[in-house]
C-alpha cells in the first residue's frame, strides 16, 4: 500500500499534517517515516480540546463508570447479605431506582440519557441490619 495516498494533495505540498480542529501540525521532512507522523497525529486527534468528539466521549466514559459502579453495588450488596434475600433485594432495587439519574426509558424500549451527565453517586451503601429492620416493618404492615 502506497502510505501516499492517504495523505491528500495538499497536505503533501505542506510538508505537514494538520488537525482539522485546531491546526496543530506534525511538520516531516525528506526520509521521515509519514506513518509515525499519522499515528502522532491521531493521538493528538483523540485530545484535542477543539474537537468536538473528545467532549463526547468523556461524558460516555463518565455514564459507563456511574453504571458500572451501579452494578459493583449490586455485586457488594450479594456479599453483604449473604443469604438474606430481603436484604440483598432492597440494596439491590435501592441501587437499581439510582439509574434514573443517568437514563431513562419511558416505554421500556427507548433509553434516553440524562443530560448534562449528573455528579457520580455517592459510594454509601444502606447498612443492611436497618435495611432488613425497615424491610420486616413493611411485611408486618401489609399482614395487617
Not at 21 to 37: F, I, P, T, W
Not at 114 to 136: G, H, K, S
Amino acid at each position: 500500500m502506497n502510505i501516499w495516498k492517504l495523505i491528500p494533495r495538499m497536505l503533501r505540498k505542506r510538508r505537514a499534517l494538520i488537525c482539522l480542529y485546531c491546526g496543530h501540525a506534525e511538520y516531516y521532512r525528506k526520509g521521515d517515516d509519514v506513518r509515525e507522523l499519522r499515528e502522532a497525529l491521531l493521538a493528538h486527534d483523540q485530545e484535542c480540546t477543539k474537537n468536538p468528539l473528545v467532549a463526547e466521549i468523556g461524558e460516555w466514559k463518565e455514564r459507563a463508570e456511574q453504571l458500572w459502579q451501579l452494578l459493583d453495588d449490586v455485586d457488594t450488596a450479594d456479599d453483604i447479605a449473604k443469604s438474606r434475600d430481603n436484604v440483598f433485594r432492597g440494596i439491590a432495587m435501592n441501587r437499581a431506582r439510582k439509574r434514573t439519574r443517568l437514563a431513562q426509558s419511558p416505554d421500556g424500549y427507548v433509553l434516553e440519557w440524562v443530560t448534562p451527565v449528573p455528579d457520580p453517586l455517592p459510594d454509601i451503601l444502606p447498612d443492611p441490619q436497618e435495611l432488613e429492620a425497615e424491610l420486616e416493618t413493611q411485611t408486618e404492615g401489609d399482614d395487617g
